[in-house]
Structure formats: structure tokens, C-alpha cells
């Protein structure tokens, strides 16, 4: 009985093992799964005076696609949006600052502008800021200046 309990209690621990070994696997797999998953992509215009804005490249930025990092909804904030948008195609061109009001934009596409900036949705206006307000795949943001 000796040696049929020695070969019991080796193949649990074989069987202990592809099992972890099997979820470790799974695990990782998930989580690179889970990261592509959690990025959307957005479309962006920008129009400045009613101008739509150009790149230095001279891209007409319409309908310009951007990805961003999504949250668990599969939703960013517009702001998330202009920060990735900017780093492409403006590095440096877009600036927020924290105020009372929430998130308070200081300049975009390289336009400080005193009279502040207008920025929608899908055509639709913002209604609780750039840092607030959220847009889902395949949405579009619009800036005007």
C-alpha cells in the first residue's frame, strides 16, 4: 500500500501543477488581451475661425483618426483625446489647467485664445467639461478655437 500511496500523492502534485501551470498561461494571454481591448479610437476635427486646422505636414485635421486608452466602460475624456491627438500632431499645442470649474483649457492646436475654446461631441456640446465629459469608439470630437 506503500508505494500505491507514493504514486497517488505524485501524480496530485503532477496534477497541481499543470494546473497552475495551465492558469499562468491563461492569465497572461488575458491581460494582453485585456490592454488591446482598452484602447479605442476616436476621430478628431479641428477648426480654427472656422478654418479647419492644418498640421505642419500640411494634413487637413478632419476626421483625423487618433487611439487612446479606454476605461473599463471603453469610453475617454475628451481632454484624454486632445493629449493623445496633440502628442501626434501638435506636441505642445494643448494645455489644461485645474481651476474651480474643472478642467480649463489654455491653449489648443497651439492658439491661446481669451475668450476661451468650444469643444463637442458627436455634435453634440460638452456639458461637464473636458475632463468630465466621455467619448466611446468610433465618436467624434470636434475643437474650435
Same mark, same amino acid.
Given at each position: 500500500?506503500?508505494?500505491?500511496? &507514493? @504514486? @497517488? @500523492?505524485? &501524480? /496530485?502534485?503532477?496534477?497541481?501543477?499543470?494546473?497552475?501551470?495551465?492558469?499562468?498561461?491563461?492569465?497572461?494571454? %488575458?491581460? =494582453?488581451?485585456? !490592454?488591446? +481591448?482598452? +484602447?479605442? =479610437?476616436?476621430?478628431?476635427?479641428? #477648426?480654427?475661425?472656422?478654418?479647419? $486646422?492644418? *498640421?505642419?505636414?500640411?494634413?487637413? &485635421? !478632419?476626421?483625423?483618426?487618433?487611439?487612446?486608452? $479606454?476605461?473599463?466602460?471603453? =469610453?475617454? =475624456?475628451?481632454? $484624454?483625446? &486632445?493629449?493623445?491627438?496633440?502628442? +501626434?500632431?501638435?506636441?505642445?499645442?494643448?494645455?489644461? +489647467?485645474? #481651476?474651480?470649474? %474643472? @478642467? #480649463?483649457?489654455?491653449?489648443?492646436?497651439?492658439?491661446?485664445?481669451?475668450?476661451?475654446? #468650444?469643444? $463637442?461631441? *458627436?455634435?453634440?456640446?460638452? /456639458?461637464?467639461?473636458?475632463?468630465? *465629459?466621455?467619448?466611446?469608439? %468610433?465618436?467624434?470630437?470636434? %475643437?474650435?478655437?
Amino acid at each position: 500500500m506503500n508505494g500505491n500511496t &507514493m @504514486k @497517488k @500523492k505524485m &501524480m /496530485s502534485l503532477l496534477l497541481v501543477a499543470a494546473m497552475v501551470l495551465t492558469t499562468l498561461g491563461v492569465t497572461t494571454l %488575458g491581460n =494582453t488581451a485585456y !490592454a488591446a +481591448e482598452n +484602447e479605442i =479610437t476616436v476621430y478628431v476635427t479641428i #477648426s480654427d475661425k472656422g478654418q479647419l $486646422a492644418v *498640421d505642419a505636414n500640411g494634413q487637413t &485635421m !478632419a476626421y483625423v483618426p487618433v487611439t487612446v486608452p $479606454a476605461d473599463a466602460n471603453g =469610453t475617454a =475624456t475628451v481632454d $484624454a483625446v &486632445m493629449v493623445a491627438f496633440h502628442e +501626434e500632431y501638435c506636441p505642445g499645442g494643448y494645455v489644461t +489647467e485645474d #481651476s474651480a470649474w %474643472g @478642467k #480649463s483649457v489654455s491653449l489648443l492646436w497651439n492658439v491661446a485664445n481669451n475668450y476661451g475654446y #468650444s469643444f $463637442a461631441i *458627436d455634435n453634440a456640446p460638452l /456639458s461637464l467639461g473636458v475632463g468630465q *465629459d466621455l467619448v466611446g469608439d %468610433g465618436g467624434h470630437v470636434y %475643437g474650435y478655437i
